[in-house]
């Protein structure tokens, strides 16, 4: 069994109340053999909700203490993005889940790439709070790019 990202299987849960459904992921946890997290919703964020970015560098820079996550009106929800990442850890854990597919550029879940803090719509390398986390409680951490790879290793 493996985790995936709740808005790649197609629950309406991000910032601007969509999804960005993979078919092919749905279809896993419609058959079982996935479960979806949400780290921003588990962490008690509205859907819709603003866009929120990380200001001064990365996940790993925001469980460092030396970045954050505000949203585009300065609203300081680092908090809220790190009880997500925590909580949503915890029930993959319980499922004894070791890889996840995560979706890129999201300030939680952005394995490679993150936006670049400046709302401007770019991107800089690094992972995003929930990913940062995943990976240093030892989780496997794929993006949506890597999913037929991830499917294919796990023979789901």
């Not at 309406?12 to 053999?33: F, T």
């Not at 954050?68 to 925590?86: C, M």
């Not at 401007?120 to 390398?125: D, K, L, M, T």
Request: aromatic share 8%; net charge negative; glycine share 12%.
């Amino acid at each position: 069994m493996i985790g995936i990202s709740a808005c790649l299987g197609g629950v309406c849960c991000r910032y601007d109340g969509q999804a960005k459904e993979i078919s092919a992921l749905k279809k896993l946890v419609a058959s079982g053999q996935a479960i979806l997290v949400c780290p921003e919703v588990l962490g008690g964020l509205p859907i819709p909700r603003e866009p929120a970015e990380i200001i001064g560098g990365d996940g790993f820079d925001v469980w460092n203490d030396t970045a954050q996550v505000l949203t585009n009106t300065g609203e300081d929800v680092t908090d809220l993005f790190k009880q997500g990442a925590i909580t949503a850890y915890q029930k993959l854990r319980e499922e004894k889940i070791t890889t996840i597919i995560l979706k890129e550029n999201s300030p939680s879940c952005g394995n490679n790439t993150i936006y670049d803090g400046t709302f401007s719509g770019n991107h800089r390398s690094g992972p995003g709070v929930a990913a940062a986390y995943f990976i240093l409680k030892g989780l496997e951490v794929f993006s949506e790019s890597d999913w037929r790879i991830v499917m294919d290793r796990e023979e789901v």
